[in-house]
């Protein structure tokens, strides 16, 4: 029986499958195991993925868009006031309370974003934990998963 895990994510997507009693990363191209997701579409039928989605040729001009760390953060507090209540709701639901949570660990690519870090930082009142290869481990938990199912 052959079972794969993939994470289809905003930055990038990967998979994973479980053999012999373990997870193994599906190299995508070369010896990479990411392939950039898609993230910007041009006009009249194409696709930009990676870094190359974030200019946009226009009039024979290229822009690029720029974003500061703190305009960013202001951007994204009505997604992060969502987001709080969330989680508040989830800490009363099991009973708990902020000050009850010992770690956080943060998987993924908004793991790498200092908005995300920040607003969690400021929501608990400590460093949330990044793991080294946050980019894999959705993928290898997918394989993990498909391996005890």
Do not use: H
Not at 22 to 38: A, D, K
């Amino acid at each position: 029986m052959a079972v794969i895990g993939i994470d289809l994510g905003t930055t990038n997507s990967l998979g994973a499958y479980w053999k012999d009693g373990r997870v193994q990363l599906i190299p995508m191209e070369g010896e990479s195991f990411l392939l950039p997701s898609v993230v910007g579409y041009v006009e009249g039928g194409g696709f930009l993925a990676g870094a190359a989605a974030m200019e946009l040729t226009v009039g024979g001009r290229v822009c690029r868009a720029v974003l500061n760390e703190e305009r960013l953060f202001e951007i994204c507090m009505p997604l992060f006031g969502k987001i709080k209540q969330l989680f508040l709701r989830i800490l009363e639901d099991a009973d708990s309370r902020v000050s009850g949570i010992d770690d956080l660990i943060m998987v993924g690519g908004s793991s790498k974003l200092g908005v995300v870090k920040r607003f969690l930082r400021e929501l608990l009142g400590k460093e949330p934990i990044v793991l080294g290869e946050t980019d894999k481990v959705v993928a290898y938990g997918a394989g993990v998963y498909a391996g005890i199912r």
